[in-house]
């Protein structure tokens, strides 16, 4: 009879420490995805942000051409004596907002 209470015992004790070793799993194996997708989002803004930034240097690029444009016709209109009241406005496709820049 001892030995079926110690054998039911051990039964129930290894029971136990399966349903918990299995809880363990499950946990580690949530804690698995939720890290993968944070690796996953990681990744994503990494991409945006290349992307934000190759489009600010390219806008850059245009900006600073467009201001070497701007202080050549200012320092040639300068050096044709135009004063600042006569010279003409900028024709309107020079004007034009940052985002077509």
Do not use: K, N
């Amino acid at each position: 009879m001892r030995d079926l209470e110690t054998s039911e015992t051990h039964g129930a004790a290894e029971a136990e420490l399966y349903a918990e070793l299995d809880a363990r799993l499950a946990a580690l194996e949530r804690r698995e995805r939720e890290l993968e997708q944070a690796l996953e989002a990681v990744e994503s803004q990494r991409r945006l942000l290349v992307a934000v930034r190759s489009e600010y240097e390219a806008r850059r690029a245009t900006l600073a051409a467009r201001t070497l444009e701007v202080e050549a016709e200012r320092d040639r209109l300068r050096a044709e004596g135009v004063p600042a009241a006569r010279r003409p406005p900028a024709p309107a496709a020079d004007r034009r907002p940052l985002e077509a820049a």
